[in-house]
């Protein structure tokens, strides 16, 4: 009971890359781990499913729609957040990186991860999801917003590294785009029951490397003040101690929201058990563009029935 199966995989690995799986802020939902496994002295990436204008910045491309994001690549401030994040760690004296993904079909996806696999040559990667829609398969009545996430597990799990692995925080928020959480819990059990379940702890704000995610945040809310990540606000605020009703930016007045302490929760699984329930068929990965990747959802949804809404009974 004193070491989850998540960590013990992780502890075996010298070099992890850690990726955000859905865009935007994802992974700055990883940025504990990565704090911590530096602390643990393993070599650690970070890499992230981009919302950022890869096109129009000017840094070292890998592939076509792969960018090496340091302090000083240069590119619309407006928003990116990799950037920010690479000049709030110059600031700290130190160098980063962060791979950012453009955000593309699965087929050129596959093809970006495996020249940055080739390069890093990780022992394990663990794509974060901001939210639990990643758990989504194509038939519940809500499937939040699979594209990015869809895409992302379908690359990874197609790389030969020996260990992969999702890591899913921020349950609850996903309720903000209409996904069922009983459906979530409904993934959870299966995955349970195919030995595919690492394990769920919990993020603290005493924690130092919960402090270091809570600075970079902060800092980069203020670099972007018009696109504060609303699922990274939510848990930060549920880590404050905020319950209910709570926003902590505009982004989400007129809906409403239910903060609390499950929002720093952190559930782990077998990446290639949660990529083996994904329903969506087999064209999806010869996708080459991410609408090319929602027709496919759109597609399959439309003629599917689907699972009812659920109300948690609790």
């Known amino acids: 009971m004193f070491s ?33 496994l530096r602390r643990a002295g393993k070599t650690t990436y970070l890499a992230n499913l981009s919302f950022s204008d890869i096109d129009g910045a000017r840094g070292r491309m890998l592939t076509p729609s792969l960018l090496e994001v340091t302090a000083d690549t240069l590119g619309n401030e ?14 700290r004296g130190e160098e980063t990186s962060v791979y950012a993904f453009e955000a593309t079909g699965v087929a050129p996806m596959q ?22 829609d990643s758990l989504m398969r194509g038939d519940e009545s809500g499937v939040g917003t699979p594209v990015e996430d869809v895409a992302s597990i379908l690359a990874v799990s197609a790389q030969s590294v020996p260990t992969k692995m999702l890591a899913c925080v921020g349950f609850g928020v996903d309720a903000f785009h209409g996904v069922c959480h009983a459906h979530y819990l409904e993934a959870v059990s299966e995955l349970i029951e195919k030995g595919a379940y690492l394990g769920c702890w919990s993020l603290m704000r005493e924690m130092p ?3 270091f995610y809570r600075q970079a945040a902060e800092f980069v809310f203020r670099k972007m003040p018009h696109h504060p990540s609303i699922v990274s606000t939510s848990i930060l605020s549920a880590l404050e101690g905020h319950f209910g009703d709570y926003h902590a930016t505009s982004r989400t007045q007129g809906s409403q929201l239910f903060v609390n302490p499950l929002m720093a929760l952190v559930w782990c ?34 003629d599917i029935p689907k699972k009812p809404y659920a109300d948690l009974p609790m």
């Open 269 to 302: 699984f077998e990446l290639d058990a949660v990529a083996q329930r994904i329903l969506y068929p087999p064209e999806i990965w010869q996708t080459q563009s991410a609408h090319d990747v929602r027709v496919v959802i759109e597609r399959f949804r439309y």
């Open 4 to 36: 989850l199966p998540f960590f013990e995989k992780l502890e075996s690995a010298q070099t992890v890359l850690l990726a955000g799986a859905g865009g935007g802020f994802d992974f700055f939902c990883a940025l504990p781990l990565y704090e911590m």
């Open 209 to 211: 490397e919960v402090e």
């Open 111 to 132: 093809e970006s991860y495996g020249v940055l696999i080739e390069r890093l040559k990780p022992d394990a990667i663990v794509l974060v999801d901001g939210g639990t």
């Open 78 to 91: 407006r928003y990116f957040p990799e950037l920010h994040f690479c000049r709030w760690m110059r600031g």
